[in-house]
Antibody, heavy 126, light 112 residues
Framework: EVQLVESGGGLVQPGGSLRLSCVAS????????MSWVRQAPGKGLEWVAN????????YFVDSVKGRFTISRDNAKNSLYLQMSSLRAEDTAVYYC???????????????????WGQGTVVTVSS | DVVMTQFPLSLPVTLGQPASISCRSS???????????LNWFQQRPGQSPRRLIY???NRDSGVPDRFSGSGSGTDFTLKISRVEAADVGVYYC?????????FGQGTKLEIK
């Protein structure tokens, strides 16, 4: 079964840090880009960051640039989001989602956000 | 960033009746590779989002054929031919053509 399982959420004070993890199973993790998407309480979906299949390319939404980093460990089928200088507005459910994939050296976007994890809750509050 | 605008934001529908959600982008979603990366997602209450449609009109595996997507350029539509109770939730369009990915505000479908 294709699956993504997030962990690492919790309550953190403003200015603090948190590291989220996402473990993938049921597919060849190392051939897919991966993304983090968040949803503030009662709000819509917001793409946060993504990383290419080998970790060499990383992209972020403007509101988290310089504060969040994304990384992956293909040997462990794992994706990470390191969040620092956290603000109240970062409070959200954070989902990892499968993104683009590599086929014969080319990137295709047919798989963008076709698989989602269950989400992990991050609360930034004093 | 490309702005995605959905309407209506609230959609009360009688069981068995059709429903339609519109999504408009602030610029064309035709990619340089010729594809249009416009996806539709369903989020049932308390659940993670689920992709229904990719590249405008392609249904994902397991998605009932009551769901269909259409459109081109900047104007897109998700249609449900006969609404069932399981369709209650929020529906989002999303573009993957331009950096960064952006979602519509969401349309809340409820049973009248």
């Amino acid at each position: 079964e294709v699956q993504l399982v997030e962990s690492g959420g919790g309550l953190v004070q403003p200015g603090g840090s948190l590291r989220l993890s996402c473990v993938a199973s049921g597919f060849t993790f190392s051939t897919y880009w991966m993304s983090w998407v968040r949803q503030a309480p009662g709000k819509g979906l917001e793409w946060v960051a993504n990383i290419n299949h080998d970790g060499g390319e990383k992209y972020f939404v403007d509101s988290v640039k310089g504060r969040f980093t994304i990384s992956r460990d293909n040997a462990k089928n794992s994706l990470y989001l390191q969040m620092s200088s956290l603000r109240a507005e970062d409070t959200a459910v954070y989902y990892c989602a499968r993104d683009r994939y590599m086929v014969r050296g080319h990137v295709t976007s047919d798989s963008t956000f076709d698989i989602w994890g269950q989400g992990t809750v991050v609360t930034v509050s004093s | 960033d490309v702005v995605m605008t959905q309407f209506p934001l609230s959609l009360p529908v009688t069981l068995g009746q059709p429903a339609s959600i519109s999504c408009r982008s602030s610029q064309s979603l035709v990619h340089s590779d010729g594809n249009t990366y416009l996806n539709w997602f369903q989020q049932r209450p308390g659940q993670s989002p689920r992709r229904l449609i990719y590249k405008v009109s392609n249904r994902d595996s397991g998605v009932p054929d009551r769901f269909s997507g259409s459109g081109s350029g900047t104007d897109f539509t998700l249609k449900i031919s006969r609404v069932e109770a399981a369709d209650v939730g929020v529906y989002y369009c999303m573009q993957g053509t331009h950096w960064s990915y952006t979602f519509g505000q969401g349309t809340k479908l409820e049973i009248k």
